[in-house]
């Protein structure tokens, strides 16, 4: 059994920054804490959508970035609290959508899991809200 529990989401004016935290627990998520990681997030009326993976593979991290975000996003990982970070900065209305986090239980992959399906595990989401 793993939980996950996204928090910082907000209200934020367009340019402005927040900080996105998911914090993993639960009886068997020892079992898959070195699972890739990632955060999607969903719009109104839209397909929730990847925004960035965290890896931990052959003894490197590994990240990957929607394209819309890169520049603009950094996903980090503190295996000491078991929480995945999301920083994120230079805001746009377009951002607006619930954020979730996600875990896959397939250990030290090299490669960024893009696909909503290759996650097992899934927050409740926080809410992203930029204003113009």
């Known amino acids: 059994q793993v939980h996950l529990v996204e928090s910082g989401g907000g209200l934020v004016q367009a340019g402005g920054s927040l900080r996105l935290a998911c914090v993993a627990s639960?009886?068997?998520?020892?079992?898959?804490?070195?699972?890739?990681m990632g955060w999607f997030r969903q719009a109104p009326g839209r397909e929730r959508e990847f925004v960035a993976g965290?890896?931990?593979?052959?003894?490197?991290?590994?990240?990957d970035y929607a394209a819309s975000v890169k520049e603009r996003f950094t996903i980090s990982r503190d295996n000491t609290k078991n929480t995945l970070y999301l920083q994120m900065k230079s805001l746009e209305p377009e951002d607006t959508a619930v954020y979730f986090c996600?875990?896959?239980?397939?250990?030290?992959?090299?490669?960024?899991?893009?696909?909503?399906?290759?996650?097992?595990?899934w927050g409740q989401g926080t809410q992203v809200t930029v204003s113009s």
């Open positions: 996600a875990l896959d239980r397939r250990l030290w992959q090299t490669i960024v899991p893009r696909a909503a399906q290759d996650y097992e595990y």
């Open positions: 639960g009886r068997t998520f020892s079992s898959y804490a070195m699972g890739a």
């Open positions: 965290h890896t931990q593979g052959a003894g490197n991290i590994n990240t």
